[in-house]
């Protein structure tokens, strides 16, 4: 059984910092891509940023510039440095993960519980 586990969220004033953790845990045999996805109250979960096995990256607009995406493939962690947040970046956090069990000949997609982020001053 593969558990995602994420930490980090909590109340930030606009223009601070935040980071959020993902590990994932169980009997892996390999992740493929890793991401943060995000839903405010009201609104679809919508894509944050990703990081592939390879290491290709991709952002959302509206978090280009201030948001990084990191992984750690020996601890199967994935990363989320948010700086200069916004109140619009409001949102609950949940990590992704494409996982190929150990033993399986597929993979499967893997959510976190996820994290609340708010933004306020």
């Known amino acids: 059984q593969v558990q995602l586990v994420e930490s980090g969220g909590g109340l930030v004033q606009p223009g601070g910092s935040l980071r959020l953790s993902c590990a994932a845990s169980?009997?892996?045999?390999?992740?493929?891509?890793m991401a943060w996805y995000r839903q405010a109250p009201g609104q679809e979960r919508e894509l944050v940023a990703a990081?592939?096995?390879?290491?290709?990256?991709d952002y959302a607009d509206s978090v280009k510039g201030r948001f990084t995406v990191s992984r750690d493939n020996a601890k199967n962690t994935v990363f989320l440095h948010m700086n200069t947040l916004k109140p619009e970046d409001t949102a609950v956090y949940y990590c992704?993960?494409?996982?190929?069990?150990?033993?399986?000949?597929?993979?499967?997609?893997?959510w976190g519980q996820g994290t609340q982020v708010t933004v306020s001053s």
């Open positions: 990081i592939t096995s390879e290491g290709r990256i």
């Open positions: 992704n993960m494409i996982v190929r069990p150990a033993l399986i000949e597929r993979s499967y997609n893997y």
């Open positions: 169980g009997s892996i045999f390999s992740i493929n891509a």
